[in-house]
């Protein structure tokens, strides 16, 4: 499989890796049958996303989408960053191999996890502002 430059730099110099520990919101989605699971972690001043990392076990594309995913929501407003798309996310990293592309669903759906838990916890339902997450029905085994 070819990588770009981007996704091979993002897997070799991971941004934004670690916990927060008084986290605003955690999200964490994937599949222990593709072995892909990604956890995100953000904390949140006046509507922006202030700081933001992850925990990601998986492949390199994996840790390369979760890296890229969160440097495309710091410093951006909770609307901002649920407007992010799993194509923003590839197309940031010039382009996946189409066995990797739900590498970046999950992405996405982690970040949109961590701001449901940040509404939750404001005692905000979160599924009519996000929708519902879903689950990782992408998986082919891609390890």
């Known amino acids: 499989m070819i990588y770009s430059e981007k996704v091979m730099d ?4 991971p941004r934004n890796v670690g916990e927060i520990a008084d986290a605003d ?3 964490e989605v994937g599949n222990a049958k593709c072995g892909d699971i990604m956890k995100m972690y953000i904390k949140v001043d006046d509507g922006v996303i202030s700081d933001v990392k992850f925990k990601t076990f998986g492949c390199g594309a994996a840790i390369a989408t979760s ?3 969160t440097e495309l929501i710091k410093g951006k407003t909770i609307d901002e960053a649920l407007k992010l798309t799993n194509k923003a996310v590839v197309e940031a990293l010039e382009g996946l191999p189409p066995a ?3 590498c970046s669903v999950l992405a ?3 970040m949109k996890s961590a701001i449901a838990d940040y509404y939750k916890k404001q005692g905000v339902d979160p599924t009519p502002i996000i929708g519902d997450i879903g689950d ?3 998986c ?3 390890h």
């Not at 993002?10 to 110099?13: L, Q, V, W």
């Open 10 to 13: 993002h897997f070799t110099n």
């Open 25 to 27: 919101g955690v999200g």
């Open 67 to 69: 890296s890229m995913a």
């Open 100 to 102: 990797k592309l739900h």
């Open 108 to 110: 996405e759906q982690a």
């Open 136 to 138: 990782c029905e992408d």
């Open 140 to 142: 082919h085994g891609c």
